[in-house]
């Protein structure tokens, strides 16, 4: 039989796809999870028993929230990426290292084809397609939903056709979970209007008093919070398990699909933006204004092609390199507090911190020049204006 390696989350999509191609096909499919911080044990197990039952002659779930981290998340932290200014890019960047692990997967267990379950009207299809054509190019890539144009409706009647009962019923809101956030779309996501009420968010207020939380960073990386050390993952975790109890996190996002079209998505995300948030915050204490510049250019660049899928692209390594160096100093920890809803930054306790008294005080008072100095300093800045107004002047 033809080995097929499927991407397979255990949905409508991707279930019709493991009935349809084992089934009507012919292709021996071997059905592929890639957990990104999105699923429990229980889940897991569920998963793969609906995938064998589907008709899959194997199921394997791939841990890969370690690898999301080290090759994504870090570098989205680096360079404090929100798209748009909003969004922590919690899913689409999970997508890119879900690609890259089934296509290995593929080529370790020697198959000739990979199916996805992607629609044509979304940006999962290119972030899919791009790295199992540049990876693997030898594969074939195989998407019965989007080559048949297929509506839900279909699908469902052709899994019941074939003895497959599962409760297909479409869920109001479409949740997607991983360590860097939770995505969420609903009807409202659809409109411009609209906003998604507070029931549809994962996440409900439990906790009203405020708290506060201790973020420790060493080299731009989370190291500890409150004083207990662990590794970032475990920190990201345990963050999103303190600040998703007071519902903070929640916006949407609204964006330029790859396909060209505008989007809406609603997010929860409350570790994320505290992080991006803090390591900015430490960042603006111990870094120089030209190196928060090029960051901030290079960062955005970074998130733009990241969600684009052209993630293999060398030049991603280039600016991973150049985000990394930056993070030399960027150690200490940031004093948070969180509220229903909110939360905000107090301030921060570094060693390296530039805002150094014994060189002056903003507004208050200057050590390190004099007042002849300062006037000295002005004039020949005010040069090139004077100039200017000097020779333009009438106009």
């Known amino acids: 039989m033809k080995k097929l390696v499927l991407a397979y989350s255990g949905g409508l999509d991707t279930s019709y796809c493991a009935k349809y191609l084992s089934k009507d096909q012919g292709f021996e499919v071997h059905a592929v999870s890639v957990n990104t911080g999105g699923f429990s044990e229980e889940e897991i197990a569920t ?5 064998l039952q589907l008709g899959a002659t194997s199921y394997t779930s791939i841990d890969a929230v370690k690898t999301f981290y080290d090759k994504v998340v870090k570098y989205l932290i680096f360079g404090n990426v929100l798209k748009n200014n909003t969004y922590p890019l919690s899913v689409s960047a999970e997508r890119i290292v879900q690609a890259i692990e089934i296509v290995n997967y593929a080529k370790k267990v020697g198959a ?7 629609t044509g009207a979304g940006n999962d299809q290119v972030r899919f397609d791009m790295i199992f054509q540049i ?32 409760p297909w019923e479409k869920a109001k809101y479409s949740i997607n979970r991983g360590l860097w956030g939770t995505s969420v779309g609903g009807e409202e996501t659809l409109t411009s209007d609209k906003a998604l009420p507070d029931s549809a968010y994962p996440s409900q207020l439990q906790e009203k008093n405020p708290t506060d939380v201790t973020l420790t960073f060493e080299k731009g990386e989370l190291v500890a919070l409150n004083g207990k050390k662990d590794s970032p993952v475990n920190n990201i975790i345990a963050l999103e398990a303190l600040a998703s109890k007071y519902a903070i ?3 949407i996002h609204v964006g330029d699909t790859i396909i060209g079209i505008k989007g809406r998505v609603g ?12 390591h900015h915050l430490l960042e603006k204490h111990t ?16 998130g733009m092609l990241l969600h684009e899928g052209n993630y293999l692209d ?9 985000l ?34 014994s060189f002056g005080s903003y507004g208050e008072m200057n050590k390190g020049w004099t007042a002849d100095d300062a006037k000295g300093f002005i004039k020949i800045l005010s040069n090139s204006g004077k100039i200017y107004n000097h020779v333009n002047g009438e106009k």
């Not at 990876?135 to 279909?154: F, G, M, S, V």
């Not at 960027?330 to 939360?343: E, I, K, M």
Request: proline residues 3%; aromatic residues 12%; hydrophobic residues 40%.
């Open 249 to 251: 996190g929640r916006d």
């Open 47 to 51: 998963i793969k028993e609906k995938a």
């Open 314 to 322: 060398e030049v991603m390594r280039n600016i991973e390199a150049f």
């Open 324 to 357: 990394t160096d930056t993070q030399k100093n960027v150690s200490g920890d940031v004093f948070v507090s969180l509220y229903p809803f909110q939360f905000r930054l107090n301030g921060i306790s570094s060693k390296l911190d530039l805002m150094n008294a």
């Open 287 to 302: 870094l120089s204004k030209w190196q928060q510049f090029q960051k901030e250019q290079l960062g955005n660049f970074y």
């Open 267 to 278: 997010f929860e995300a409350p570790a994320s933006l505290i992080i991006i948030k803090a």
């Open 112 to 118: 000739k084809y990979i199916a996805h379950g992607s």
């Open 135 to 166: 990876i693997a190019p030898e594969i074939e890539i195989i998407t019965p939903i989007r080559d048949n144009k297929l509506a839900r409706e279909a699908e469902i009647a052709y899994l019941k056709e074939n003895g497959i009962e599962y």
